[in-house]
């Protein structure tokens, strides 16, 4: 079955450390691929995109992700972690031409980031 | 421009009442949709509408209704609350189905409370 995988659930890192979290999807085919940031109480908010071309994705706050083909992969990183980035982040890709959910939003679980100082 | 406006933000219903989640947008843009949100779940989506008088079921449709009787709208409706109807609802639009590749725009939620 189509799912996006966020393998951890949660995470701990140290402020100033460096950081990744990971995604993986199975699809026939390559979808488009997204990270959304969450603060608790908040609502989403988009960090960066990949649709095609350089598979390196720079996006807001320092933040940037991979995608691997290879391994059905699409990684979010940051190099050095700050405080203000715990919250929960939620990998997701829209399917395309592909039966009932044809062009929608499909979210992983999330992994929810904690930082310590 | 409002974007994505939702109400109410919070509510509390008692099991068995009917209430129904409003969500507008003010962009023109054809594809809307509803979310959950539970710990541990994810959002999952529940209803879309590629435009007005079409709407389809996503993933987690049970218990609840939809119409898109304009383009703005996009209400979802609970028609008998049940404690397991208890999350965090969020509509979305963009300017038309995502897997164009379209900018997709979200609302700030509604916490709904099923007693």
């Known amino acids: 079955a189509q799912s996006v995988t966020q393998p951890d659930i949660h995470i701990t890192v140290s402020e100033g450390a460096s950081l990744e979290l990971r995604c993986n999807y199975s699809?026939?085919?390559?979808?488009?691929l997204f990270w959304y940031v969450q603060s608790p109480g908040q609502g989403l908010q988009l960090l960066l995109k990949y649709f095609s071309g350089d598979t390196l994705v720079q996006g807001i706050k320092g933040f940037e992700a991979e995608f691997k083909r290879s391994q059905s992969s699409f990684n979010l990183r940051k190099p050095s972690v700050h405080w203000s980035d715990a919250a929960e982040y939620f990998c997701a890709v829209v399917l395309m031409n592909y039966g009932g959910s044809q062009g929608n939003l499909i979210f992983g679980k999330g992994t929810k980031l904690s930082v310590k100082p | 421009n409002a974007g994505v406006t939702q109400t109410p933000k919070f509510q509390v219903l008692k099991t068995g009442q009917s209430m129904t989640l409003q969500c507008a947008q003010d962009?023109?843009?054809?594809?809307m949709s509803w979310y959950r949100q539970d710990p541990g779940m994810g959002l999952r989506l529940i209803h879309y509408s590629v435009g007005a008088g079409i709407t389809d079921q996503g993933e987690v449709p049970n218990g609840y209704n939809v119409s898109r009787s304009t383009t703005e709208d996009f209400p979802l409706r609970l028609l008998s609350a049940a404690p397991s109807q208890t999350s965090v609802y969020f509509c979305?639009?963009?300017?038309?189905?995502?897997?164009?590749?379209?900018?997709?725009?979200f609302g700030e939620g509604s916490w709904l409370t099923v007693v």
């Open positions: 962009m023109n843009h054809e594809y």
């Open positions: 699809y026939g085919a390559t979808p488009y």
């Open positions: 979305a639009s963009s300017y038309s189905t995502p897997g164009f590749g379209n900018t997709i725009y």
